[in-house]
RNA sequence: GGCCCCGUCGUCUAGCGGUCUAGGACACCGGCCUUUCACGCCGGCAACACGGGUUCGAGUCCCGUCGGGGUCACCA
């Protein structure tokens, strides 16, 4: 290498960069065996690729001199260098790194995301490994049922900015508005919760056809519907997500609903609110006093079900909360979900009637 | 340690000398809505690292200090 002097060059991002040529080692370029290292093999391939642009993370600026020499040494035209800042672990400056998992759990947030993308995989079985099924691999996303867009959205705003108020993209937007000279120097840390408010919004906008589209194979995998799924389980699959609505977060989280593709006889009870709710004295025949309403209630839709209740509550002289809990916990199992009406109006009266029946009969 | 980079709310950022009593978003905290959850709506908290200059005037320019980070392989 040069023993003095300075490296001299125009980075896209910092501006203008000098490097003393004293302060480089000489570097080994290629072993004993031919084999060549990577800063000679990168730098003869994008000679060779015609490359005009490096864009590259912010580590590598520290190599430039020496790549530079190379290209030099071997009259190579040299290109266009950008060093983007890296991206940071969440709450510091550090480096991310996908070595350091463990550390991030301890994040809450990091730790979160963590935890719905576990629950996502073991309802759909998916077999997982920690080391790469995790929020800093981008594997995890797609496995998770995340929006390719809400992720590139996302990312775009990591260490750039069109101006004060612009947040939203679509790919068209980002590839006519993204410059360099817009790119922050520092690092920008990986928010995870700012990431999921960008998938929540972008979910929220999805058509519904897509959304089915999205969410049908995790009912595959899971066992749910057939692949493909029929014609009825489809139909089923679109109700399901009109009546989730925004409770579908991630497409996976088509499996939080099972108790719409399961038998009346295997669906599963939340044991601990089921107990506190039914415990209540007079809760069972509460339920079962509405429950005969139900029976011949026609049309057994959302609304006529409401306006039953609601009757029902009206001359029991009761509160709405009073029942529409165990009547919940009857037909769906759980205590939350989508709204009780939707989710009887979705199951239909023999459905409903038939898991009530056996709720009632686990507490008789 | 050498070399290099960076430094505005907790986080992502706007700001390129006066329009900044510093704007937006996520998060957070109140309230409303409500059958649960989610959504939605309204309101609130919250930052220019510090010290010197330059200037009529500095978050914005210069210097220093402090702080954070990257990189120093016959890895890529």
Redesign the pocket.
């Known amino acids: 290498m040069h023993r003095e002097g300075f490296c001299r060059f125009p980075d896209l991002i910092?501006g203008p960069?000098e490097?003393?040529w004293s302060?480089e080692?000489d570097h080994?370029i290629q072993?004993?065996d031919g084999t060549c290292?990577?800063?000679l093999a990168n730098v003869v391939d994008d000679a060779d690729f015609r490359i005009t642009h490096v864009i590259r993370a912010?580590?590598h600026?520290?190599?430039t001199p020496r790549q530079i020499f190379i290209a030099q040494g071997l009259g190579f035209s040299l290109p266009q260098y950008a060093h983007l800042p890296?991206v940071?672990e969440p709450?510091s400056?550090?480096?991310l790194s996908k070595r350091k998992l463990n550390q991030y759990l301890k994040n809450q947030d990091f730790k979160k995301l963590c935890e719905h993308g576990q629950q996502v995989a073991s309802a759909a079985r998916m077999a997982t490994s920690p080391d790469t099924f995790n929020p800093v691999i981008v594997d995890f996303y797609r496995a998770v049922g995340y929006l390719p867009d809400a992720i590139l959205n996302y990312l775009v705003?990591?260490?750039w900015?069109l101006?004060?108020?612009t947040?939203t993209f679509t790919r068209e937007e980002m590839v006519r508005h993204f410059s360099l000279d817009?790119v922050?120097?520092?690092?920008?840390?990986f928010?995870p919760?700012?990431l999921w408010?960008f998938q929540?919004r972008y979910m929220?906008a999805l058509p519904a056809p897509e959304k089915c589209d999205m969410v049908s194979p995790y009912l595959q995998r899971a066992g749910l519907v057939g692949t493909p799924a029929s014609d009825g389980e489809r139909h089923r699959i679109e109700r399901v997500v009109e009546a989730a609505?925004?409770?579908i977060k991630t497409a996976g989280d088509i499996l939080e609903f099972t108790e719409f593709f399961v038998s009346d006889a295997d669906l599963q009870f939340d044991e601990k609110a089921f107990t506190k709710r039914f415990s209540q004295p007079g809760a069972a025949d509460l339920l079962r006093r509405f429950r005969d309403r139900l029976v011949q209630l026609a049309p057994f839709d959302a609304a006529a079900t409401?306006a039953a209740l609601r009757q029902f509550v009206d001359e029991e002289q009761i509160k709405?909360?009073d029942v529409?809990?165990l009547l919940?916990l009857a037909v769906t199992g759980k205590?939350?979900?989508?709204?009780?009406?939707d989710a009887m109006a979705l199951l239909g009266r023999d459905h409903s009637i038939a898991r009530i029946d056996r709720a009632l009969a686990r507490v008789s």
Not at 335 to 341: K, Q, T
Request: proline share 2%; aromatic share 6%; glycine share 12%.
């Open positions: 910092r960069m490097f003393a302060n080692q080994v072993r004993a290292l990577y800063h912010e580590e600026l520290s190599n890296y940071a709450g400056s550090n480096k705003l990591l260490g900015s101006d004060d108020r947040e817009r922050n120097k520092g690092p920008a840390s928010d919760q700012k408010a929540c929220q609505g925004d409770r409401e709405i909360g529409i809990h919940r205590s939350v979900g989508v709204g009780m009406f």
